[in-house]
């Protein structure tokens, strides 16, 4: 059973431009939350998604960002006109079910940079 | 979501026990507490989780007092390989879908 997967591992966007996060959870998962890390900083949560749905987005900034985990493939994290600020590492995570008794799996992150 | 306080840094050797100590004053009834680790550019990883009393596995133990706003993570007899960062969390389901808060966590180092 193949791990949370996460893709491209590094990405390198000029200001202005957008960025296309992806994430495929771990098989039989429905549950995927995104979070944001900057460096010598704590995971910050973004979003919280099931399958077409959006359950709590209120980590997510307001304008620019956008999150999408469709029926069929990955979930998806859009960031617009991307701000130095932007850079980070963006880390998902999947669970099976809505339980906190269920852990959540982490991928390996996305590496943002923008220049 | 009960907030949670950590020391921001423990330095230990090899072959020590390390204890790192979480304080959630607001826990709520049904909040479990949950610890995870994260080792530099990769994403946490879980290690242990528990409601009451103690909860141990292969990894570490987890104690908790009887009023459960505290908790101890326990590593028994740490190697190089733990230095990382060790965060606690608090939480449980709500209507709304539970969501994970971390904090800054806990830089541990180990050395030789």
């Known amino acids: 059973n193949a791990g949370v997967m996460q893709n491209p591992r590094h990405l390198v966007r000029r200001r202005g431009q957008e960025a296309r996060l992806r994430c495929s959870p771990m098989k039989g998962h429905s549950h995927v939350y995104w979070y944001r890390q900057l460096p010598e900083e704590g995971l910050k949560f973004m979003v919280y998604?099931?399958?077409?749905?959006?359950?709590?987005e209120s980590g997510m900034p307001k304008e620019r960002f956008s999150a999408e985990f469709p029926k069929e493939g990955p979930s998806i994290l859009r960031i617009q006109q991307v701000v130095r600020g932007d850079s980070a590492a963006y880390f998902c995570a999947s669970s099976p079910q809505q339980d906190l008794t269920d852990e959540q799996y982490f991928g390996p992150g996305t590496r943002l940079t923008v220049t | 979501l009960a907030k949670t306080t950590q020391p921001i840094s423990m330095d230990s050797y090899e072959g020590q026990e390390v204890n790192i100590t979480c304080s959630h004053n607001?826990?709520?009834?049904?909040?479990?507490i949950t610890w995870y680790q994260q080792f530099p550019s990769q994403g946490p990883r879980f290690i242990i989780q528990?409601?009451?009393t103690k909860v141990t596995n292969e990894v570490a133990s987890l104690f908790i007092p009887a009023d459960r706003k505290s908790s101890t993570l326990s590593l028994p007899r740490v190697s190089l390989s733990d230095t990382a960062v060790y965060y606690c969390?608090?939480?449980?389901?709500?209507?709304?879908?539970?969501?994970?808060?971390f904090g800054a966590g806990t830089r541990l180092f180990v050395k030789a």
């Open positions: 998604l099931q399958k077409e749905n959006i359950i709590d």
């Open positions: 607001n826990i709520a009834t049904n909040d479990y």
């Open positions: 528990g409601y009451k």
């Open positions: 969390l608090v939480g449980t389901t709500n209507t709304g879908g539970f969501k994970t808060i």
